[in-house]
């Protein structure tokens, strides 16, 4: 089992910039992939942005693409998503996910574990 844990979300003014961070338990995290999701009141989950085990290869939403970008630091067990130029429609609860493929993925249905999240908030 891998514990996840979220951090760094709360309150941006629209056209700022965020950092999320996600810590997971264990030493095996660097063969996992890892993928940061989201979900506003009334909306559906959405994926967000993902980045795979050994390569670095990354998948990122359109809405996001240009904005965003997700990294990891397999030393510190740790994976990020560095958010720019934030607007109202941003604001959601963030979630990461770990999959133990090792390949990065933009399906839910791929991952094993999930963290707890953490609300991003935008204000105009």
């Known amino acids: 089992q891998v514990q996840l844990v979220e951090s760094g979300g709360g309150l941006v003014q629209a056209g700022g910039s965020l950092r999320l961070s996600c810590t997971a338990s264990?030493?095996?995290?660097?063969?996992?992939?890892m993928g940061w999701f989201r979900q506003a009141p009334g909306k559906e989950r959405e994926s967000v942005a993902a980045?795979?085990?050994?390569?670095?290869?990354?998948n990122y939403a359109d809405s996001v693409k240009g904005r965003f970008t997700i990294s990891r630091d397999n030393a510190k067990n740790t994976v990020y998503l560095q958010m720019n130029s934030l607007n109202p429609e941003d604001a959601a609860v963030y979630y990461c996910?770990?999959?133990?493929?090792?390949?990065?993925?933009?399906?839910?249905?791929?991952?094993?574990?999930w963290g707890q999240g953490t609300q991003v908030t935008v204000s105009s």
């Open positions: 996910a770990a999959d133990v493929t090792g390949w990065s993925s933009m399906s839910p249905k791929n991952y094993d574990y």
């Open positions: 264990g030493r095996t995290f660097s063969n996992y992939a």
């Open positions: 980045i795979s085990r050994s390569s670095g290869r990354t």
